[in-house]
């Protein structure tokens, strides 16, 4: 149930120092949706903004931490708690870049937004309730707070929480994206689903192609896509499944098919999540390590032969 940060750089890392935030256990919760055969712990879902981490857990609470300098590393400084839900876990936490406002989700359909107020009060700005809930992700360019449900994947606005637009999923939709002009859905059987967005600043879905081409991205993992994450240079996106596999795609391009460029896979039993930049993918799992992989940059290829990133 601890939450710690860390930095990330070129020498070896050690754990970071923990701050005690959420129960190990919670009585009559059930997280195989979001950790299949693996107990999640007490800390369910992550965030972080800068110097701003939220963490959400088995309890239903998320709870916003400062991240402060502690002599050579860091520590966390827990600011606020927010109850989302008092029956279910939270499933996922999203958090804009400024650190000012949080979005978060429970497996009981629960979703709530909140926003910094004076200090370091928190306010509820809305919330909505529907489908088990499993993951959420914001857009800021929109301005909208996308959830993935049991149902399929629901968009809401992120200033007020109107609904803005709906994808529907008989899988479930474990794990959400939002990147150049298309919404990403990762499946909770480990299909993988790309869907053209409208051109222009308000959340919504294009008209699909009328050539009979599919939305799925293939190959699938072989179980739930449980991350989903793109480099901020664009033309890319990142997917990890609960069997262990991350690939990355070349998925930006609406002139063309999806394809995957390459992946790993073998060196996890079960994925966890994935983060990335320009040129490092991190990724955590069952094995209680955070494996970091980067990649070389070259200037002239980069991806697709642009200018520098994944290669």
Not at 144 to 157: E, K, L, P, R
Not at 283 to 310: L, M, T
């Amino acid at each position: 149930g601890g939450v710690g940060a860390c930095r990330v750089g070129g020498e070896p890392v050690q754990g970071p120092k923990l701050t005690p935030a959420h129960p190990r256990t919670v009585d009559g919760q059930d997280l195989a949706p979001l950790h299949g055969a693996y107990d999640g712990g007490g800390v369910t879902a992550l965030a972080l903004a800068g110097q701003v981490c939220a963490s959400g857990g088995r309890d239903g609470i998320v709870k916003i931490h400062r991240v402060v300098g502690e002599g050579s590393g860091l520590a966390l400084e827990t600011v606020a708690t927010l109850v989302v839900s008092p029956d279910a876990p939270i499933s996922g936490v999203a958090l804009d870049a400024a650190g000012t406002s949080v979005v978060a989700c429970a497996m009981d359909g629960s979703v709530r937004a909140f926003t910094a107020g004076a200090g370091d009060a928190w306010v509820e700005a809305w919330r909505r309730s529907g489908a088990p809930a499993l993951s959420v992700v914001l857009d800021e360019r929109r301005s909208t707070a996308v959830v993935g449900t049991a149902a399929g994947a629901t968009a809401y606005s992120l200033l007020a929480g109107e609904t803005l637009g709906a994808v529907e999923s008989a899988a479930g939709v474990r794990s959400v994206l939002v990147a150049d002009g298309f919404l990403f859905a990762g499946g909770a059987d480990g299909s993988l689903a790309r869907h053209r967005l409208a051109p222009g600043p308000d959340f919504a879905l294009a008209a699909d192609k009328r050539d009979g081409s599919s939305n799925l991205m293939l190959p699938p993992h072989a179980d739930g896509v449980v991350a989903l994450c793109a480099p901020p240079q664009g033309g890319l996106v990142c997917s990890a499944g609960r069997d262990g596999t991350i690939r990355i795609w070349d998925a930006c391009d609406d002139d063309r098919e999806p394809r995957a460029l390459y992946g790993f896979g073998g060196y996890k039993v079960w994925l966890g999540s994935l983060a990335c930049d320009e040129d490092t993918l991190i990724s955590d799992g069952s094995d209680n390590a955070i494996i970091r992989h980067v990649f070389d940059r070259d200037k002239e290829r980069g991806p697709r032969g642009e200018d520098g990133g994944f290669s």
